[in-house]
Protein backbone atom coordinates (compact mmCIF):
# COMPACT_ATOMS: atom_id res chain seq x y z
CA UNK A 1 0.00 0.00 0.00
CA UNK A 2 1.31 3.65 -1.02
CA UNK A 3 -0.28 6.74 0.53
CA UNK A 4 0.87 9.87 -1.46
CA UNK A 5 -0.34 13.22 0.54
CA UNK A 6 0.03 16.54 -0.81
CA UNK A 7 -1.83 19.84 -1.04
CA UNK A 8 0.01 21.53 2.39
CA UNK A 9 1.56 24.85 2.72
CA UNK A 10 1.60 27.97 4.15
CA UNK A 11 -1.68 29.96 4.12
CA UNK A 12 -2.33 32.84 6.96
CA UNK A 13 -5.00 32.72 9.66
CA UNK A 14 -8.48 32.32 8.69
CA UNK A 15 -7.59 30.46 5.11
CA UNK A 16 -7.85 27.38 3.82
CA UNK A 17 -5.97 24.69 1.96
CA UNK A 18 -7.02 21.34 0.81
CA UNK A 19 -5.24 18.52 1.44
CA UNK A 20 -5.12 15.71 -0.77
CA UNK A 21 -3.65 11.70 -0.53
CA UNK A 22 -3.38 9.31 -3.48
CA UNK A 23 -3.87 5.78 -2.59
CA UNK A 24 -2.59 2.66 -4.58
CA UNK A 25 -1.96 -0.83 -3.42
CA UNK A 26 -5.63 -1.89 -2.55
CA UNK A 27 -8.87 -1.66 -3.85
CA UNK A 28 -9.60 2.03 -2.98
CA UNK A 29 -13.13 2.49 -1.55
CA UNK A 30 -13.18 -0.76 0.53
CA UNK A 31 -11.15 0.47 3.47
CA UNK A 32 -11.72 3.62 6.07
CA UNK A 33 -9.78 6.29 5.11
CA UNK A 34 -8.06 8.74 8.27
CA UNK A 35 -6.06 12.28 8.70
CA UNK A 36 -3.83 12.38 11.66
CA UNK A 37 -1.35 15.45 12.22
CA UNK A 38 1.54 16.40 14.48
CA UNK A 39 3.22 19.51 15.41
CA UNK A 40 6.52 19.52 16.91
CA UNK A 41 6.77 18.48 20.47
CA UNK A 42 2.97 17.53 20.72
CA UNK A 43 1.97 14.07 20.25
CA UNK A 44 -0.09 12.95 16.97
CA UNK A 45 -3.65 13.45 17.29
CA UNK A 46 -6.14 11.97 14.84
CA UNK A 47 -8.33 14.41 13.53
CA UNK A 48 -10.49 13.02 11.07
CA UNK A 49 -11.90 9.89 9.52
CA UNK A 50 -14.45 8.40 6.74
CA UNK A 51 -15.89 4.66 6.83
CA UNK A 52 -15.34 2.15 5.28
CA UNK A 53 -19.14 2.99 3.51
CA UNK A 54 -18.53 6.65 3.10
CA UNK A 55 -21.83 8.04 5.29
CA UNK A 56 -20.22 7.97 8.83
CA UNK A 57 -17.27 10.59 9.49
CA UNK A 58 -15.56 11.24 12.98
CA UNK A 59 -13.83 14.59 13.54
CA UNK A 60 -11.76 15.66 16.34
CA UNK A 61 -12.97 18.44 18.63
CA UNK A 62 -10.64 20.23 17.81
CA UNK A 63 -11.29 20.58 14.22
CA UNK A 64 -14.79 19.92 14.26
CA UNK A 65 -16.98 22.07 11.53
CA UNK A 66 -13.89 23.66 10.31
CA UNK A 67 -12.15 20.32 7.95
CA UNK A 68 -14.23 17.92 5.79
CA UNK A 69 -12.56 14.94 4.84
CA UNK A 70 -14.23 12.90 1.77
CA UNK A 71 -12.75 10.88 -0.96
CA UNK A 72 -13.12 10.30 -5.04
CA UNK A 73 -13.58 6.56 -5.43
CA UNK A 74 -12.44 7.32 -9.27
CA UNK A 75 -9.22 8.54 -8.40
CA UNK A 76 -8.30 6.85 -5.58
CA UNK A 77 -8.12 9.62 -3.48
CA UNK A 78 -9.04 10.97 -0.07
CA UNK A 79 -9.18 14.49 0.56
CA UNK A 80 -9.12 16.62 3.92
CA UNK A 81 -10.66 20.20 3.20
CA UNK A 82 -9.22 22.97 5.86
CA UNK A 83 -10.79 25.49 6.45
CA UNK A 84 -10.74 28.50 8.68
CA UNK A 85 -7.55 27.67 9.65
CA UNK A 86 -5.46 28.74 12.78
CA UNK A 87 -1.90 29.02 13.95
CA UNK A 88 -2.64 25.66 16.21
CA UNK A 89 -3.70 23.83 13.38
CA UNK A 90 0.38 24.04 11.68
CA UNK A 91 1.80 20.53 11.27
CA UNK A 92 2.39 17.70 9.80
CA UNK A 93 -0.61 15.29 8.10
CA UNK A 94 -0.52 12.31 7.34
CA UNK A 95 -2.94 10.47 5.33
CA UNK A 96 -4.16 6.34 6.31
CA UNK A 97 -6.14 3.86 5.20
CA UNK A 98 -7.91 1.18 7.22
CA UNK A 99 -7.58 -2.58 8.57
CA UNK A 100 -10.66 -2.91 9.30
CA UNK A 101 -11.09 -2.01 12.72
CA UNK A 102 -12.45 1.03 14.20
CA UNK A 103 -12.77 3.95 11.80
CA UNK A 104 -12.81 6.57 14.17
CA UNK A 105 -9.60 6.07 16.32
CA UNK A 106 -6.36 5.81 14.95
CA UNK A 107 -5.50 2.18 15.94
CA UNK A 108 -7.80 0.89 13.27
CA UNK A 109 -5.42 2.22 10.80
CA UNK A 110 -2.40 -0.38 9.41
CA UNK A 111 -0.89 1.78 6.47
CA UNK A 112 -0.04 5.43 7.18
CA UNK A 113 2.02 7.81 4.15
CA UNK A 114 4.29 10.08 4.76
CA UNK A 115 3.51 13.60 5.91
CA UNK A 116 2.50 17.22 4.59
CA UNK A 117 3.72 20.46 6.22
CA UNK A 118 1.00 23.04 6.74
CA UNK A 119 2.33 25.83 7.86
CA UNK A 120 -0.11 28.68 9.05
CA UNK A 121 1.17 32.38 9.93
CA UNK A 122 -0.99 34.71 12.79
Known amino acids: VQLQASGGGLVQAGGSLRLSCAAS????????MGWSRQAPGKEREFVAA????????YYADSVKGRFTISRDNAKNTVYLQMNSLKPEDAAVYYC????????????????WGQGTQVTVSS
Open 25 to 32: GRTFGTYA
Open 96 to 111: AEGQGGSYYSAGGYAY
Open 50 to 57: LSRSGFST
